[in-house]
């Protein structure tokens, strides 16, 4: 069979060192590599993402204004049948009154809502 050399010297160290070399270059290039995907995978999570909060803020905003346009209806007949028992003056002030209240009493609670979440990052 083959003899074993336990001496420890190399008989092929340009070989052995040119191996290394090229193993070397091949870990950085790799290495170089992973770390360009793993950033190409990051930014593409950060598009879907993107996407995903673009399409639900349009749809919140989109049934806000419904809402918003439902509520100017409400209003008008409110005042109609409002306009039956005072006059339509007083009955325009009695429904700009209570819409003024109930958007200061949101606008305290969000305030305080803000406030809150500011001082706790």
């Known amino acids: 069979m083959f003899p074993i050399n336990n001496g420890g010297v190399n008989k092929f160290p340009a070989i052995e060192r040119e191996s290394f070399t090229e193993l070397l270059g091949q870990l950085a290039s790799n290495s170089a590599t992973m770390i360009h995907n793993e ?10 993402n993107a996407r995903a909060v673009r399409s639900g803020g349009l749809t919140v905003v989109i049934g806000s204004l419904t809402i918003f346009a439902a509520l100017i209806f409400f209003c008008a007949a409110l005042f109609i049948k409002l306009t039956s028992y005072m006059t339509p003056f007083i009955a325009a002030l009695a429904i700009g009154g209570i819409l003024a209240l109930s958007g200061i009493v949101i606008v305290v609670i969000g305030y305080r809502q803000l406030k809150k979440s500011i001082s706790e990052t």
């Open 39 to 48: 950033i190409e995978l990051v930014i593409q999570g950060f598009r879907e």
